[in-house]
């Protein structure tokens, strides 16, 4: 693939690996060809690591590196992205760089849809999108007024002609038009690149089992995770015949791109009568949400590959085969035309086309009068993400009249290929358009379109129901939701009066390596270049969620070329385990494996190809044990818990509970999180030969700790061992324990082999691998009285910790220490587990429990509320902690700006003038409702554990004045080090420009805390000023002596007089605790408070919802770095948006993880950022416990993100009233598109469950698995909908 040969053979590393499947957009890069005919340069954005290498003939390519760099020139769009806060850990921002970069070399001018389009295929976990779309929508004309984080006054203008110009030498090579056919022969493979249609077909003819590969999204995928191996590969992207276009209708060639075909289609749109344009237009707006626009480009993604690969969600074949499209197939034997209809999708995969076959053109025909074509679909997320059903719907009508002469209806996503609705149809021919009719077509529809209890896919109940919700649409064409992003707000407190114009503290000051980051310069650990003797090395995991382990055979893969050695348990010379909170883990497992995806053993090889090899050669045999575990239910039925479980009670819940006027019992379901960072985990380690040392060069949170985890595994002391993190591209919490862990068998690969190995995590692997944020079952029982006052609240949370204990027990303590959220509730209590269970085992992640445990609390308020018959917001307000308070721990606090966030927030929201607008919107809309939810945090700063609140730093001075600065906190796009370079500058009274912060090394500070808990800053910033007091105090004589002196005169004045120029510097931190005997302590140094309120709009036919408006008041004291920590706030609240709302992470029966990448797993994307987007950093804040009164922000903000998950219940509660339903119901976490729109209880959802009264229903209920509370569960949640 174009990514390995960039990355690896022209060691142009800024184009970046996060996937490998077309989904992320990270390894972006402009391709760009010469059309002879035309006289046009045509640019596409594509996915290296989709694209082909030798489709590549007679195309350029640019990369990152090519558009300018720090060294020279830098392009406006690298400048812009990082000057407006937008790349954080860098990771996703070359990817950026290039779809803006593609874009605007086609349309200098692009309005603010073209933007959010050409960046809709690519993903960043950290910034929240918003900084990004404000960084380029200063390409467009839209201005504001508004103050900004950055100034854009002095930005680089874009002038086209600077840019790179297309190779003549290529244009020359493109007129000559010699095209001959192309040979590439591999190792194992053949790529033949046919100059001609005659001989394409003869190829097809010779070998009738080759794919032809076109944009190789299909194929290439199937290549790379299903391990299907074709010896011979046709690539026909050379044939003219297989791109071209006439208007006869439109005509167009098989090769052609989606892009191609779209822009055809804008072109016929234009020249075709408008009658005539309908299947046009339809067709035209199903390709813009094909994939992100990098798949629908040039050489990926082709319309002849979508109809051939005939799989069941292909947004385009329903509306081909209902618009009366056709197609023109073609063999040596000759050439027909073919529709493309029900006859013509025969199955899975499968079509009438015949193996030596090839589709050479389609034909979309135009609309007649009184035909009407519509496409509807509806997926996971709004953009670049597969349907999960979609539909194409045609209807003509006699004229004149609302008579239905001939109708279509198709549905993808319903079963193995697209299924025609004929039935429904046959019904509704000759008859009028009116409520009758389609009344009759919905019956048929619920009894037509049938899906077995375990198709694939699930969602079986809400896949029905979107049928008829999608022919309802048909018949009313529904307006979609809005989307068009605003301009936000962001407002900051400005720097006190009289601060010295060169002190950055309190000032919005760019990422200090943010230019390197758009520049592709930014050195990550797998950008490291390969050294002599590399190997890499590959795990092999356990495919049992529960068994013996009999036999590893590796004797196949060390046999097979380029495998150098295989590693088990035995070639580890110290510990085999790792030990946390008691318990040990296995680093590979030996004799027994208690989930699927735990680490067995490992392949060393001279490369990765060839480790992946060996690694699929390697088998294990196993000898099942029946006794698995998969949920918290079985685990408590069982007693499978991770002890100490905890408990934590103030005042006399029974009592509350029983004067209480009334009681409600509820519960909820929180799914868990992967960190999706786009690193993935990625290490480097070098035996350096001599007295055992080793070099560890990776990607984690806490070097201190896997130093020590690699001295004990190899059993040498941590004085050999060396640990190296430049930066990490994302981390979340997720690069702490199992990096340690992979970072221990990598090292013992490299001292076994004597050889430097790498290892780095395919997408997919380190999803199954590492774990993420834990489920949470939570149930409470409440008391309250009529006025809204809640007297008791009991609480069980069970999260599943899976098969290890990792921090488990200490999520379950966090739980316990934020249930009360902002609430005094006087009489209280909360249980908490961790279960045991056969899945692979959750770690920390960012809230580490908080965001599961508040949403419980909050769901329990917005019980009460619906109970009572009262507004959520009001329970909230009623219930707030007011006055300075004791927690249920009996730590004192003051909640003045807890309150006042609340006021502000509801100011600044004009929350109760909306409401009341919400309301008459609802009553005016039946199948759209909107909803608006506020809710708050009270967030702990600090470790529980004191000593983790420690922290050292070592500041350099050098002769000529610079200053290097060492600390014990990582660069994962928190911002760590630009805060803390702001701070040696205050300190030092030196311009930032003199400070450097090269890496964090175990060999400058050592035994060093984890960078988490929000604490990083506030423990690392302490030891750097500490530092730099010393240093700073040490030159005061030379300062006296010379005032007038220049910062370098003083140094210089001070290395002559031998005055030391090296400091440490050390913070001791709060000394926290917790008693969990006596349930009473002091865990947290202060809270950070923060309000979150914000609306959406709901379409409860598919339950897809858009939110509207969010706006954020957070007290973060006075903030070092505004644009920084409103950069930390708005990542983290669109990172909970995505827990709360979309990603959901699904497991087999058997403790199988399917979702193992961006195509099954949706984190938020551009489509989903609030269109306005505000935060405002509470006013005239301060903080005594921590530097220069700030408060620590990287967490607490990812809760907020369930202000979109309680409007969104709000909506469904608007929804459930007109539907005759009121009071509490549940609804679990992520509210996906499916729950909401169940919830929703429409007309349709309540036709499919009718429809269960027959012997179907039998079986779909019996076949759940014998997990008897899920069972339990679903009765229930019908006789909410029934009731
Ligand atoms: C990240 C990602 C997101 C996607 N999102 C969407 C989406 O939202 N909606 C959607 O509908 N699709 C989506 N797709 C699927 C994509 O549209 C199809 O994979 C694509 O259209 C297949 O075209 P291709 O040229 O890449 O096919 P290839 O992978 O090159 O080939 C696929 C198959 O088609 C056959 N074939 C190709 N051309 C011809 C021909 N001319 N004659 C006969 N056989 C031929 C090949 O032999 C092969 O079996 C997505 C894919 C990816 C990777
Ligand atoms: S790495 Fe290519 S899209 Fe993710
Ligand atoms: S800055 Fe986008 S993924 Fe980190």
Redesign the pocket.
Known sequence: MLLSFLRKNLRLTGTKYGCG???CGACTVMVSRYDPQTKNINHWSV?AC?LPVCQLHGAAVTTVEGIGSTKTKLHPVQERIAKAHGSQCGFCTPGMVMSMYTLLRNNPQPTMEDVTEGLA?NLCRCTGYRPIVDGYRTFCEVNSSRPELFSKGDLLPLDPTQDLIFPPELMRLAEVKDQTTQRFCGERMTWISPGSLNELLQLKADYPQA???????????DMKFKGIFHPVIIS?TQVPE?EWFVFVGVCVG??CS?SFLKSVLERSINDFPPESTHMFRTLLQQIK????QQ?RNVA???????I??A?P????TPILAAGRCTLVALSKDGRRRVPIDKDFFLGFAKTV?KPD????SVFIPASRPNEIVHAFRH?PRKE????TVNAGMRVWFNENSNVVKEISIYYGGVGATILSAERACQQIVGRPWEEATLSDVYSTLVDEIKLGPSAPGGKVDFRRSLTLSLFFKFNLAIQPLPKHIQPGYQEFQNVLEGQSAQDPVGRPMMHRTALSQATGEAVYCDDLPQTDGELFLVIVTSSRPHAKITHIDFSEALKLPGVVDVITAKDIPGKRFRTFTGYDEELLAEDEVTCVGQMVCAVVAESKAHAKRGAAAVKISYEDLQDRIFTVEEAIEKESFFLPRRQIERGDVEKGLREAEQVYEGEIRIGGQEHFYLETQSFLVIPIGEEKEMKVYLSTQHPAFTQEAVAETLGIPSNRVSCHVKRLGGAFGGKVTKTAILASITAVAASKTGRPVRCVLERGEDMLITGGRHPVWGKYKVGFMKDGRITAADFQYYANAGNVVDESVLVAEKILLHLDNAYNIPNLRGRSAACKTNLPSNTAFRGFGVPQCMLVVESMIDDVALKLGRLPEEIREINMYKEVSLTHYKMEFDPENLVRCWNECMKKADFRQRRQAIDIFNQQNQFKKRGIAIVPIKYGIGFAEAFLNQAAALVHIYKDGSVLVSHGGTEMGQGIHTKVQQVASRELNIPTSLIHISETSTQCVPNTCPSAASFGTDANGMAVKDACQILYNRLEPIRKKNPKGTWQNWIITAFLEKISLSATGYYRGHDLDMDWEKQEGKPYAYFTYAVGCSEVELDCLTGEYRTLRTDIVVDIGRSINPSIDIGQIEGAFMQGLGLYTMEELKFSPSGVLYTRG??QYKIPSFCDVPLKFNVYLLAGSSNPHAIYSSKGIGEPTVFLGSSVFFAIKDAVTAARKDAGLTGPFQLNSPATPERACLACATHFTQMVYESYSNPFVVCFLLSYPKNSVKKKKRKKERKVIFK
């Open positions: 499947g077309g989904g996915n989709l295929g794919p032809l590969v076109m944009g190789n999204t299909n194929i290439g995928l026909p297989l098989a090769g989606m949400l094909v994939g992100g798949i990926v993604s082709t319309l002849g590959g979508n051939a690969s799989y969600n292909s947004d385009l086309l076959e090839i589709v050479l997926a670049s993400a597969l349907a961006p195509s």
